[in-house]
């Protein structure tokens, strides 16, 4: 396959950025869009000049490091799928892709598609987590948990915090990523004594970072790659409002 690019080139984040063509030859729809990318940066060090610089890990879709926009969508056209896992075959040879870093004020560009999503970090740090004495682990049958919930919490823990929500939400909210994450903590017992805490200082710590509020639009449900559903984020408000009424 023979596909043309255009990569969008930042070399920091004051830095004005701008769209550069380029040329693909010889692709095998076998490749990971990764993987095409590879090739590319081989033959742009082989003569000299600065490879295009993206974000990445495992490849497997499980650590959340890839992603940007491939023709204006997040993770490109595959539904339910990482760019690291989106394969050449879902391109025809002789397209035209424009590829572009998640656009959001609170994810400053780092250097060409990769940005700093530091803010999610500080989000979790402000109360994803829960607070238990260590030592031996229970025994696993003393802490009883429905199985909706657990499979609720299963659900809200795939998130992998790619990001993808807030490039593709028209207000850069972080909702659909908040959501996940107090859903994940709030519908499991070992996260029941800081639930409401825990709310408050999410919440308040997106809104400090400069994501944008839901107004409901969805599509940050149709790009996420790990089907995250908009009813976490109905589960957020009802822990956002409860907290603030016991407050
Ligand atoms: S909710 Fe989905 S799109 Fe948003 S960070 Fe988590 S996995 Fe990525
Ligand atoms: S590189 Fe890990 S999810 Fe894509």
Known sequence: MNLTLHVWRQKHAHDKGRFVRYEARNISPDMSFLEM????????????????????????????????????????PRRGTTVCQLHMRSFKDGDTLYLEPWR????????????DRGAFDRIIQSGGFISVST???PEANSVPVPKENAELAMD???????????????????????????????????GQPERHRRVLSMVARMEQEGFGSCTNIGECEAACPKGIRLDFIARLNRAYLTANLLK
């Open 135 to 137: 030592g031996g682990a």
């Open 37 to 76: 990318l590879d090739v590319v940066n081989e033959g742009l060090i082989a003569r000299g000049e600065d490879p295009i610089a993206f974000d990445h890990d495992c490849r497997e879709g499980i650590c959340g490091m890839c992603g940007f926009v491939i023709n204006g969508i997040a993770h490109g």
């Open 104 to 115: 959001a004020k609170a994810f400053p560009v780092i250097k060409d598609l990769i940005v």
């Open 156 to 190: 809200a823990a795939e998130c992998i915090g790619c990001g993808a929500c807030v490039a593709a939400c028209p207000n850069a909210s972080a909702m659909l990523y908040t959501a996940a994450k107090v859903s994940h903590l709030g519908l499991l017992p070992q």
